[in-house]
């Protein structure tokens, strides 16, 4: 009797000691910003569903790359899932940081068909375009642009604006009205306080700059090669409307952007605006429902547009998708989390929350141009993103470029086809180095 | 027989211990005592040095560990030499390491002299002149682009009040003559208390009888201040002159947080340079042939300078 009992025991505490061993502590890394909160809120169902517990890493975005590359190369196990940026898809994957998701996804019967084919092109595949997954989309974003509605809807200010323009004040149909714009607030008095024409990306140290010009080099028509995938830059990086499109973000810099704005990201664009310093901002959709939200400069106070055209229509591309890291040894679990991540109601659930889903669900759903003022511009943007260089060497092209356009935009040296120039220098020298060319 | 402190010593060894060691030489037990710290040097300091020199001749990339090491002779060292940007970044450290020495030292000595004449509050003055260097440069960095701010920043308003300028109408760290001088005043203000205390400590170390012979001999304030003062406090002025070089050489953290290099690259320095180059853009083969070169550089010239100190302390 006494061993049966003791058999009993063992048995039961075997079984309830493999019950907890399933139940994993997962970490999820990611930048720290406003939709990370929105995941920390949606993920609660996740562990309530599967018993598996969550844990957050979000590092402050002008550390994120520098931290989470680090750990990706250290073969550090601190992330099981990561949500990285869409550059480095091409580094994840050729490097072994990121598991291949494929066979899992035929699996779980997950389908790319269900993201919008925009963001699996650009957050999930490497080689670009070729059917190998490395990330599930999970954070659709561009850069657009915020305005203060409430100061472009004044009487005093609008006739004002017709008489010096000509035109009436409103949102900007193209990238010169949108100049035009900022520079007519420049050192404007509203209300006893002298404000400023645009918070733009001015930031040298990580990818400020570069982000931010680009939103200006798209909409002019600038290519990276002339044909996709032969690095064949000259003509393309340096054609003549990327060059007047830098010297139009230069103009813009010198004219229409508050005094001793030489460093600036999406924080200082944020501050500029929410302290009514700024009569616009450049900055990515992730923050607009923050924004939207703000009891001082949201609400009413606040409009939204897409990032104008010039020549073309062309948004600077920013978002995640989500991938299980190849060194985590909690991979089961973590590969559950993203098939629970990629159910439609999950998707819908995290749209709610201030998330930008890439499901077509969510985002074909016919209620969703009006779900929040600024869902119309982010579909708009989306069907016109471009996104930077996804190459393995992606760090190293990226900080030429930050070198090239802060001297030249910031730092006034050279012109802007010297700057471009000698961009395609830098990335010739990293494509040599990498053996493509 | 007379008790030898060895002969002790033996007695005092517990039995097990003594039994051990009974059996190896002097010499022996000497390398056993000595051997882990060799073994800790090997390892820490000696192993990355030799193992950076020879990444220096690869095209080695840490992220990249799947994609082979090519031997490309001096392909790196050649590179860097001849690379325009490296210059440029070479002179931004040279002109912050002269310009952040000189003011330190000439502002350092004098507070020192000062401070040093007995007065009502020495003591709290010294205590409150030092408080800057007791601070993370990290954080100096920080709240230092807040005093820069053109906008509502205290040091643009003092120049303003002062000169009459409009304060919004310079920028400290977005404009590219002033971003230079910009580093350089936040690190004097950080780092002269440092050479203050190490010349206070010169000035103090100075007899009282030398004045009071020459006071004898008539000598004047400042004869006594260029033939007794200047050359024995000189060692002292020399040592911190050696320290602030060697720190401000690896400056990183300070600049980092004050301008992030920039404006464009007007205040990049060697080590953030290295740095980018080694951390972010992970050019590990380049960077290792960078900081080889540096390394040599600053080995160099202190070598000089430290028998240039010798020679002085010989006087």
Redesign the interface.
Request: glycine share 18%; charged share 25%; no cysteine.
């Given at each position: 009797m006494t061993i049966s009992r003791l058999l009993a025991a063992t048995a039961v505490t075997t079984i309830a000691l493999s019950g907890a061993a399933a139940a994993e502590n997962l970490t999820l890394c990611w930048a720290a910003w406003d939709p990370a909160n929105a995941l920390v809120e949606l993920s609660k169902d996740f562990e309530a569903q599967s018993g598996h517990t969550m844990n957050f890493e979000f590092v402050p975005w002008p550390n994120f790359a520098d931290r989470m590359l680090n750990e990706l190369n250290s073969g550090g196990k601190l992330c099981d899932l990561l949500i990285g940026d869409s550059q480095w898809i091409g580094g994840g994957a050729e490097n072994g940081h990121y598991v291949k998701l494929n066979d899992f996804f035929a699996k779980e019967g997950i389908s790319m068909d269900d993201f919008a084919p925009a963001t699996v092109y650009a957050y999930s595949t490497w080689p670009k375009g070729e059917p190998n997954y490395y990330a599930l989309p999970a954070m659709g974003d561009a850069n657009a642009w915020y305005y203060r509605k409430d100061w472009f809807a004044r009487d005093d200010i609008k006739a004002a604006f017709k008489e010096k323009t000509g035109r009436d004040l409103g949102e900007p149909k193209t990238q010169k009205e949108l100049l035009e714009i900022a520079q007519f607030f420049q050192g404007r008095e509203i209300d006893g306080k002298t404000v400023y024409g645009a918070a733009i990306f001015t930031e040298r140290g990580s990818e400020g700059i570069t982000m931010g010009v680009t939103g200006a080099l798209y909409p002019w028509g600038f290519k990276y090669e002339n044909t996709p995938g032969k690095y064949d830059m000259e003509g393309a990086v340096n054609s003549p409307e990327a060059v007047e499109a830098l010297e139009f973000y230069k103009e813009f810099y010198k004219t229409a952007t508050p005094p001793g704005y030489t460093n600036s990201y999406m924080g200082e664009s944020l501050d500029a605006f929410k302290s009514g310093q700024v009569a616009m901002g450049m900055n990515w959709f992730a923050f607009f429902p923050g924004l939207y939200a703000d009891p001082v400069v949201g609400g009413d106070k606040i409009g939204f547009f897409v990032n104008p055209p010039q020549n073309q229509a062309g948004s600077t591309l920013g978002g995640q998708g989500i991938s299980v890291v190849s060194y985590s040894e909690k991979r089961d679990a973590a590969l559950e989390y993203v098939k629970w991540f990629a159910q439609p109601e999950v998707q819908q659930k995290w749209w709610t929350l201030g998330g930008y889903s890439c499901h077509v669900a969510v985002l074909n759903d016919p209620g969703f141009k009006d779900s929040a003022p600024f869902a119309g511009d982010f579909l708009e943007a989306m069907g016109g993103v471009q996104d930077f260089w996804q190459e393995p060497a992606y760090a190293e092209l990226l900080l030429a470029m930050q070198k090239r356009m802060h001297d030249y935009v910031v730092a006034d040296q050279g012109t802007a086809k010297e700057a471009l120039d000698a961009l395609i220098e830098d990335w010739t020298e990293v494509f040599e180095d990498e053996g493509k060319l | 027989m007379t008790d030898t402190i060895a002969d002790r010593a033996a007695r005092a060894t517990p039995v097990p211990v003594a039994r051990r060691i009974r059996g190896l030489s002097d010499r022996a037990i000497a390398w056993v005592f000595v051997a882990p710290t060799i073994f800790l040097l090997l390892a820490v300091n000696i192993f990355p040095l030799i193992w950076t020199i020879n990444l220096s001749f690869t095209?080695f990339k840490?992220?990249?560990?799947?994609r082979g090491v090519e031997y490309i002779g001096l392909r790196n060292y050649e590179r860097i030499l001849t690379d325009e940007?490296i210059w440029l970044t070479m002179q931004a450290t040279a002109h912050f390491l002269f310009w952040t020495i000189f003011f330190q030292v000439l502002i350092g000595f004098t507070l020192a002299w000062l401070i040093n004449r007995k007065f009502r509050g020495n003591d709290l003055w010294t205590t409150i002149i030092v408080l800057p260097m007791m601070l993370s440069p990290a954080v100096v960095g920080n709240f230092w682009t807040f005093l820069?701010?053109?906008?509502i920043?205290l040091f643009n308003y003092v120049v303003g009040f002062f000169s009459g300028v409009d304060p919004?109408s310079f920028?400290m760290?977005?404009s590219?003559s002033l971003a230079p001088w910009s580093i350089v005043i936040v690190d004097t203000w950080m780092w002269t208390p440092f050479v203050m205390l190490i010349c206070l400590a010169g000035l103090r170390s100075i007899p009282d009888y030398i004045y009071e012979a020459a006071e004898i001999d008539r000598a004047s304030k400042w004869r006594q201040f260029w033939t007794i003062t200047v050359p024995m406090v000189l060692p002292f002025l020399m040592l911190a002159v050696l320290f602030r070089g060697i720190e401000n050489f690896k400056m990183f953290d300070l600049v980092?947080q004050l301008?992030?290099?920039?404006?464009?690259?007007?205040t990049e320095l060697t080590s953030i340079n290295l740095k980018?180059e080694a951390?972010?853009?992970?050019?590990t083969g380049y960077a290792s042939a960078y900081a080889i070169i540096l390394f040599v550089t600053v080995f160099g010239l202190a070598s000089i300078y430290v028998k240039a100190l010798n020679k002085v302390k010989e006087r």
């Open positions: - | 095209d840490a992220n990249r560990a799947t940007d820069y701010q053109p906008q920043g919004s920028e760290i977005g590219v980092v301008t992030g290099g920039g404006p464009g690259s007007t980018r951390f972010e853009k992970w050019r």
